[in-house]
């Protein structure tokens, strides 16, 4: 199976294409073409070291006609590249958030559709055996009974491609929330931040989002960039649900071990649990194989970008923002 890793403009793509490459079947393709004035040769670098083909633009990665692509471009071209990825019939693993609007979201959901082939969003806690298990343990009743409230943190590292942290953390967390309520659209939206960390206004580095739905389950999400560059590990995603009976606690990527790092003159942090990229990527070649889905589709990219839009509306008006739900919802 051909698999084109699209752009190294994103953190992950790198992983994404080592761990690709370990695949059993699977013959990875490069494309960066767009470069970075920095790291011009950035794509190309890694696939000199993985013995990978690369190639130079996106017509010629097309003209491939690779079964699967995984989009890890900046977020304005992320449309332009899933859009030719199903026009050629590839199925696509897109980074969040999908698009910067949701007229641009919208169109790629249905290009995926009128092709045949399925847009999953690459929100790795959601394939964590563990959130499985969390998903059944709710979905039964008996260790929580009625789920009332959802509470997320997501300490990162820092933002992407100059965003902050809404438009960075926010998704992964609320990826988590959508699966658990079945993709229940989200009827308002509160939110707060500050750029203190950042030092850059409309760069908010702590975000706080309040957000209600209809069935009257409340999730509150907190994504911030507090934790430092070398213990990226440490930050989650981490969730707890509670109930009329009972909460659970889930958490990406628990500590392992801890402690003083003297060579480092710093506080040392291993994470325990699966190398959740791997396994997302191991779901995504094998959704391929079967044509059976796996994690988050378009449709809950969606409804995850349309909270992410209000959420930046309601700091900037300092009011909750109401969003349409249909009377089906």
């Not at 980074?95 to 641009?104: C, I, L, N």
Request: hydrophobic share 45%; with cysteine.
């Amino acid at each position: 199976m051909k698999v084109a890793v699209l752009s190294f403009a994103h953190e992950r793509a790198a992983t994404y294409a080592r761990l690709l490459h370990g695949m059993p079947g699977v013959d990875v393709i490069i494309a960066d073409p767009d470069g970075s004035p920095d790291d011009p040769a950035r794509g190309e670098a890694v696939a000199r070291q993985l013995d990978a083909t690369y190639v130079g633009s996106w017509d010629e990665v097309f003209a491939l006609r690779p079964e699967a692509v995984v989009v890890t471009s900046e977020t304005a071209r992320r449309r332009e590249l899933v859009e030719r990825a199903a026009g050629i019939g590839a199925h696509v693993l897109c980074e969040q958030p999908m698009a910067t609007g949701e007229a641009d979201a919208q169109a790629m959901v249905r290009a995926c559709e009128d092709a045949g082939v399925r847009l999953t969003l690459a929100s790795p806690a959601c394939f964590s055996p563990a959130f499985d298990a969390v998903r059944k343990e709710l979905a039964d009743g008996d260790a929580v009974g009625s789920l009332t409230t959802l509470h997320g943190t997501y300490d990162g590292t820092g933002a992407t491609h100059g965003g902050g942290v809404l438009a960075a953390n926010a998704p992964y967390l609320l990826d988590l929330v959508d699966a658990v309520l079945g993709g229940e659209p989200a009827q308002q939206v509160y939110a707060q931040a500050n750029s203190v960390l950042s030092g850059q206004p409309g760069v908010e580095s702590a975000a706080l989002v309040t957000v209600r739905y209809p069935s009257g389950t409340v999730a509150a999400i907190d994504c911030s960039r507090s934790v430092s560059a070398d213990q990226p590990a440490a930050g989650g995603p981490r969730m707890t649900f509670i109930g009329d009976q009972g909460s659970l606690e889930f958490n990406a990527r628990p500590r392992l071990l801890g402690g003083y790092d003297a060579a480092a003159a710093g506080e040392r942090w291993v994470a325990g649990g699966v190398d959740l990229d791997a396994v997302m990527l191991g779901a995504f070649v094998d959704s391929v194989r079967k044509g059976q889905g796996a994690g988050p589709d378009g449709e809950a990219g969606v409804r995850t970008l349309r909270i992410i839009q209000a959420a930046y509306a309601s700091v900037a008006s300092g009011r909750p923002v109401d969003l349409a739900v249909s009377p089906t919802a």
